[in-house]
């Protein structure tokens, strides 16, 4: 059956649905419990890291709380932006910015996520939407959305085809995650905790600075229980020195310039000098280490701003705005950026995870928004990157941390390629299953041949 052949319904008639509890802190009464709001609901997943709370009575369980499988649609903010909700945390509520639709058992909930995804890109929403500066789906609008209903094989078909793809995108998302914070929690083990130092003093009988007395606690726990490293502690010295700019740090270490070790910025594309086709990123592509699209120009139409050159192991930082996070390893082997970012270029090939993992400390973003000024747009300036100060130990043990930590980059890297062109097929493929001018066999093969 193609699409032509589908009939039209009303959403209302196919669901149930209730808008979430009002936030009024004078009136609601009950235990505190979790909710989601219109900030925690991001296309296709929760982010469920700093949910806030209410107060919910028992018997309202029943009317705002969650079921697995339930659609979760915000009313403002992005009207239409959804997940489906999968139990990740139990006896979750919304709040009223959320709409909980339960789909009847004809009409497939992750076929009406998808067509969600669809309706909102072609904006088949918007007509329906209320409120000129803050646009709202009203529960009212919602129940009246005319939607494609193919038989259910066929929802079941394209949801199984979708879902997939978004599973496997999914996957990448979270094992990037974890391999980011492996890597991460490593370089913090060594260079910021000096956790082998202190090991190696503690094994020796040293002295340990009174700063670093709780993280030899910590330590010496870790040695009696077995699970510090003592073969990976062997290159590191067994005691500190003190220093003017940053206190305590191992001994025989000096304190560098981040410019020590890598080039700031070290080339860009001038009027006179570029290519005639550039593979731009800006600074709203690139969040958390990802790098989201790439969009391909002419040079000469590209934005003004596309000037910065980025190769192969360069790490990027965005000096607009450091707070949101834009910074990324570069896995390309050519790709032109804003000039909102600034570009480290390893002076040695084996420094480029360290580049990487010292600028995007979680503690250094933070001190770079810090010291970010200027109203509405706040900034540094690149050498405020290029100037960071870490302790700097030979070259032999960076090599060495190279060798733990790059495997894990590179597998991120080959993660975020695949996830981007899995993004890419879902997105051509969505239009063309909810519409019907796809057959599904045939997307069936194409999502197949991806994921193999």
């Known amino acids: 059956v193609m699409g032509s052949e589908w009939k039209e319904v009303r959403l209302g008639d196919y669901i149930d649905t209730c808008l979430g509890k009002m936030l009024d802190k004078e009136k609601n009464q009950g235990s505190l419990q ?12 929760f982010d469920l890291g700093e949910l806030s709370q209410m107060k919910f009575l028992d018997h309202e369980h029943e009317k ?6 339930d659609l979760v649609v915000c009313e403002g903010g992005e009207p239409g932006r959804c997940a489906i909700w999968n139990d990740e945390v139990p006896n979750m509520k919304i709040q009223k910015a959320l709409h909980r639709i339960r789909p009847h058992a004809g009409l497939n909930n992750v076929f009406l996520y998808h067509w969600f995804c669809f309706a909102a890109k072609q904006g088949l929403l918007d007509p329906y939407f209320t409120g000129t500066t ?9 129940v009246e959305l005319p939607i494609p209903l193919p038989p259910a094989t066929d929802q079941h078909a394209i949801a199984h085809i979708l879902g997939s793809l978004d599973d496997k995108i999914e996957l990448n998302r979270r094992m990037n995650e974890t391999l980011e914070g492996m890597a991460q929690a490593l370089f913090k083990s060594w260079f910021v905790d000096f956790d082998p130092v202190i090991d190696n003093a503690i094994a020796a009988g040293n002295a340990i600075p009174e700063e670093l007395a709780d993280r030899a606690e910590i330590r010496r726990a870790a040695l009696a229980n077995g699970t510090a490293n003592r073969e990976a502690a062997k290159p590191f010295p067994a005691g500190f020195q003190q220093t003017e700019e940053m206190g305590w740090i191992p001994r025989g270490w000096k304190i560098a310039k ?14 006179t000098n ?6 731009y990123i800006d600074l709203g592509n690139v969040k958390d280490g990802r790098i989201g699209e790439i969009i391909e120009y002419d040079f000469e139409a590209a934005p003004s701003r596309a000037r910065r050159v980025m190769r192969e192991d360069d790490t990027v930082i965005g000096t607009v705005r450091p707070g949101n996070r834009s910074f990324a390893y570069i896995h390309e082997s050519n790709l032109t950026g ?4 600034a570009v480290l270029r390893p002076k040695h090939p084996k420094s480029r995870a360290f580049v990487y993992l010292c600028l995007t400390q979680d503690e250094v973003i933070g001190y770079f928004a810090h010291l970010a000024d200027g109203g509405a747009y706040p900034a540094i300036r690149p050498d405020v990157v290029g100037n960071y100060l870490t302790p700097l130990c030979d070259s032999e043990l960076i090599e060495t941390f190279d060798q733990q930590c790059y495997p894990m980059i590179q597998k991120t890297g080959r993660n975020q390629r695949q996830a981007l062109s899995l993004t890419k097929l879902r997105d051509t493929l969505l239009p063309k299953l909810i519409s019907g001018e796809l057959r599904i066999p045939d997307a069936a093969k194409l999502a197949e041949a991806a994921l193999a």
Request: glycine share 12%.
């Open 34 to 45: 979790p909710y989601l709001g219109n900030k925690d609901v991001r296309w296709g997943r």
């Open 258 to 271: 981040m410019t020590e070790v890598a080039d700031l910025n070290p080339e860009a594309w001038s009027s």
């Open 64 to 69: 705002y709380g969650l079921r697995r499988g």
């Open 134 to 142: 803050i646009q709202h789906l009203t529960g009212k609008a919602l």
């Open 274 to 279: 570029h290519p005639d086709r550039v593979s």
């Open 338 to 341: 804003s000039t909102g970012f």
